[in-house]
């Protein structure tokens, strides 16, 4: 049962080039989030996702597309990357239900850096 | 009004002793408030949450103390351990009527052997 994961862990993109991170999970949840982790800003919402087909723009969601055909996937794509988007990259799920379940879930991390 | 100001940036603690980590918010209506560890390599986990309804939340040697009026609340290591150092981050977030976290800026503490 691997929960949640992401690929790649690592990737080294140059500028103005097209990047997608992928998050898969096996838990069926139906919330999903994409958060960018730079020193002294936590976490920062990308993007998130209701269930499938429903997604909703977060903090930063400039130069960011997101897709959700199906529960278990939800991808990001850097449409053209630049350097300001080299950071670490993480997806969540949640089974978020009022009153009985909020906890966020977190991948490991993809390592991005645009040169 | 959406911030979450969390405090010290990083934080050393010897072996032993007490770590604390606050941190405060302006929104009234959050009203779920959980910290996330963070070791590093791995993503936040959920270390433990409290709901505005009670002061205190103890879990093991992690403690929140939430203190409503003051608008605050913060993360108490008793007996800190090296396999503590992490980074720390507290959130908040209003349950009912969306799912997102509003986090701090997070805490890197150190436990010195």
């Known amino acids: 049962d691997a929960g949640i994961t992401q690929s790649p862990r690592y990737k080294i993109t140059e500028t103005g080039r097209q990047v997608t991170l992928m998050c898969h999970q096996t838990w069926s949840h139906s919330y999903m989030f994409w958060y960018r982790q730079d020193l002294g800003h936590g976490l920062r919402l990308i993007y998130y996702s209701a269930a499938a087909d429903i997604t909703d723009k977060g903090e930063v969601p400039d130069g960011y597309v997101v897709s959700r055909s199906k529960t278990e996937n939800f991808p990001l794509t850097l449409e053209s990357a630049t350097r300001s988007q080299t950071s670490v990259y993480f997806c969540?799920?949640?089974?978020?239900?009022?009153?009985?379940?909020?906890?966020?879930?977190f991948g490991p991390g993809t390592r991005l850096t645009v040169t | 009004q959406q911030q979450v100001k969390q405090s010290p940036q990083s934080l050393i603690v010897q072996k032993g002793g007490i770590s604390i980590i606050n941190c405060a918010y302006e929104?009234?209506?959050?009203?779920?408030f959980p910290w996330y560890q963070q070791f590093p390599g791995k993503g936040p986990a959920l270390l433990i949450a409290?709901?505005?309804d009670v002061s205190e939340k103890k879990e093991g040697r992690f403690t929140i103390s939430f203190n409503k009026s003051a608008k605050q609340f913060s993360l108490h290591i008793m007996d800190s351990q090296p396999g503590d150092s992490a980074t720390y981050f507290c959130?908040?977030?209003?349950?009912?009527?969306?799912?997102?976290?509003?986090w701090g800026a997070g805490t890197k503490l150190i436990i010195k052997p």
């Open positions: 409290i709901r505005p």
């Open positions: 929104n009234t209506a959050f009203d779920y």
């Open positions: 969540a799920s949640a089974d978020w239900r009022p009153h009985i379940s909020y906890e966020q879930y």
């Open positions: 959130a908040a977030s209003i349950v009912d009527s969306n799912y997102q976290l509003i």
